[in-house]
């Protein structure tokens, strides 16, 4: 079994038992919910094995418990981060490679509250890489643990950004390297280059298409993406 479909199992129950948690006033629910939240966390735990760090089920039923909210702010939903793909006048692309797991990627960085998008997307390179950008547009909408990026439920906003300025500068906390990459020679571990990298490398060569977002799966929740299926994009256009 992936990893992956774990972790998606795992986060998707969590999510429908805290949710509930916090809406019902039904004490029978509530430990219905408990329990599927106890599941979760065993599912979690077999996932966590297989990468080598694992969780204590228990203490991640007491941290779930933790953050479960009453009503509108107990409704779970991912998280939203942004991701800048930033290229030069050469065609390459910037690339950070991260502190915490020595993976690959372009720079990311959780939406603050009091920033828009893109004003968040321009703040994080800048700290992440030292190199002065201006976001151009929105190129893609990417489900994090279907990427394989994350481990915590989040969807990605993804920007065409043009380097304007500054050195490269790695942050001494978030990376480990960081530097400009062609298309044929590009740093491994890339996380999900299988599935941004076409994308990104067009909108840097000054192509323009319509946004990249996750195909619908069928069923909507059991289903995978087939092999070789083309990704869709906004205007029903496919790229791989």
């Known amino acids: 079994m992936p990893t992956r479909t774990l ?19 039904s004490l029978y629910e509530q430990e219905r919910f408990e329990e599927i939240l106890r599941v979760a966390a065993d599912i979690r735990s077999v996932a966590d094995e297989g990468i080598g ?3 204590d089920a228990v203490g991640l039923v007491e941290e779930w418990m933790g953050q479960v909210g ?19 006048d050469r065609g390459e692309l910037l690339l950070i490679q991260r502190a ?33 950008v201006e976001a151009e547009r929105l190129i893609a909408v990417l489900d994090g643990l279907r990427l394989g990026m994350t481990r915590v439920p989040l969807y ?17 906390l ?5 530097g400009w990459f062609r298309p044929d020679s590009l740093p491994s ?22 946004v990249l977002y996750d195909r619908v799966r069928q069923p909507l929740w059991r289903g995978e993406p087939e092999a070789g299926t083309a990704d869709r994009h906004g205007g029903g256009a496919t790229a791989r």
């Open 174 to 178: 978030e990376c480990r390297d960081v």
């Open 70 to 88: 009453r009503g509108i702010p107990g409704y779970v939903t991912p998280k939203v981060a942004v991701g800048a793909a930033v290229g030069n």
């Open 100 to 132: 915490d797991s020595g993976v690959w990627l372009y720079p990311t960085g959780w939406c603050d509250v009091g920033y828009s998008a893109s004003e968040v997307v321009v703040k994080e390179v800048k700290e992440e890489t030292g190199i002065a």
């Open 7 to 25: 972790l998606r199992w795992s986060e998707g129950l969590a999510a429908i038992a805290r949710t509930g948690l916090g809406f019902t006033e």
């Open 189 to 210: 571990p890339l996380v999900g280059v299988e599935r941004w990298g076409e994308t990104v490398f067009a909108a840097i060569r000054g192509e323009r298409r319509d």
């Open 156 to 172: 990605s906003l993804v920007f065409h950004c043009r380097a304007v300025g500054g050195k490269l500068e790695p942050h001494p």
């Open 53 to 55: 760090d694992q969780l």
